[in-house]
């Protein structure tokens, strides 16, 4: 049984910085892509950012790059989202994901992942 579990978010204001954690349990997930998704009140699920296996490769929507970063330590089983210069337009519900598709590299649609954590709140006020 795949586990995935967030955590690291809070009320932060706007300028402020939080660091999502995603720990994973049940299954090995060094070998394969882990994605962040965040979906904000009355909004469809977006993709924030993904990161390979060897986390050589990283891929970013528009609308963070430059200000989130993502990256991974396998053998804590942990993937990460450090968020800087956070918006209001941040505040979402974050989840993280698992492609168990060892042809993956971090993919940006969200029907590509696997697993998804139950997600951890974020809140930027103005």
């Known amino acids: 049984q795949v586990q995935l579990v967030e955590s690291g978010g809070g009320l932060v204001q706007a300028g402020g910085s939080l660091r999502l954690s995603c720990a994973a349990s049940?299954?090995?997930?060094?070998?394969?892509?882990m994605g962040w998704f965040r979906q904000a009140a009355g909004k469809e699920r977006e993709f924030v950012a993904a990161v390979s296996w060897g986390a050589r490769r990283t891929l970013y929507v528009d609308s963070v790059k430059g200000r989130f970063t993502i990256s991974r330590d396998n053998a804590k089983n942990t993937v990460y989202l450090q968020m800087n210069s956070l918006k209001p337009e941040d505040t979402a519900v974050y989840y993280c994901a698992v492609d168990y598709d060892p042809l993956n590299i971090g993919q940006s649609r969200d029907v590509e992942y696997d697993y998804w954590g139950q997600g951890t709140q974020v809140t930027v006020s103005s």
């Open positions: 049940g299954r090995t997930f060094s070998h394969y892509a």
